[in-house]
């Protein structure tokens, strides 16, 4: 079946640090690929997404690429701030949605 | 648009009660869906809608009844709530499932305590 591993944290960075989250997967078609953001008390939000091999999805700085070769798809930001911090989920979509465990990252100004 | 609304936000149970969680949203999405977060695990399916009349189960059905009677309602009812179903629950909605590769819209969760 499909399956999602991310990196565990929980990750805890300082202001303007790179940001890497790494995301692994596994299916047995063509998924779309996402990354949800939940921020303290909220519900998941949808961050970023790719739909085919070699896309790239963008927002708030942040981006990850469809790797079908190595079936990747990591959460990546230049220089994060203190308003990143909350839990970030990798997830693929391939009729349902399939949920990595999530990975919490603290950042400190 | 008040997108997807969860109620309660927060619930205290004791073992063997049950209750109702309540989704509702004004999207006109065909898809509904529910799951739980718990530490470690990320979210979990537990049932979920393609559209009005049709439901199926998810990952972890167990414990757990749904029914779709209008586009707009999804409720998750715990039949007989047991301490394992501790958890956060989050109902999304989207306009088809996967194969349209929609976004899904979350509802801002309900908190379960069993005792």
């Known amino acids: 079946g499909n399956s999602v591993t991310q990196m565990e944290g929980p990750v805890t960075l300082s202001e303007e640090a790179f940001l890497t989250i790494n995301c692994t997967y596994t299916?047995?078609?063509?998924?779309?690929l996402f990354w949800y953001v939940q921020y303290p008390g909220e519900g998941l939000q949808l961050l970023l997404k790719?739909?085919?091999?070699?896309d790239k999805g963008s927002n708030k700085g942040f981006e990850a690429t469809y790797r079908k070769e190595t079936t990747s798809f990591h959460l990546e930001k230049g220089s994060v701030q203190v308003s990143d911090s909350a839990v970030y989920f990798c997830?693929?979509?391939?009729?349902?949605?399939?949920f990595g465990a999530g990975t919490t990252v603290t950042v400190r100004a | 648009n008040a997108g997807v609304t969860q109620t309660p936000k927060f619930q205290v149970l004791k073992t063997g009660q049950s209750m109702t969680l309540q989704c509702a949203q004004d999207?006109?999405?065909?898809?509904m869906s529910w799951y739980r977060q718990d530490p470690g695990m990320g979210l979990r399916l537990i049932h979920y809608?393609?559209?009005?009349?049709?439901?199926d189960q998810g990952e972890v059905p167990n414990g757990y009844n749904v029914s779709r009677s209008t586009t707009e309602d999804f409720p998750l009812r715990l039949l007989s709530a047991a301490p394992s179903q501790t958890s956060v629950y989050f109902c999304?909605?989207?306009?088809?499932?996967?194969?349209?590769?929609?976004?899904?819209?979350f509802g801002p969760g309900t908190r379960l305590l069993v005792l």
């Open positions: 999304a909605s989207s306009y088809a499932g996967g194969y349209d590769k929609e976004t899904q819209y």
């Open positions: 299916a047995t078609g063509y998924p779309s």
């Open positions: 790719a739909t085919k091999a070699d």
């Open positions: 997830a693929l979509d391939d009729y349902k949605l399939s």
């Open positions: 999207m006109n999405h065909e898809y």
């Open positions: 809608s393609v559209g009005a009349g049709i439901t």
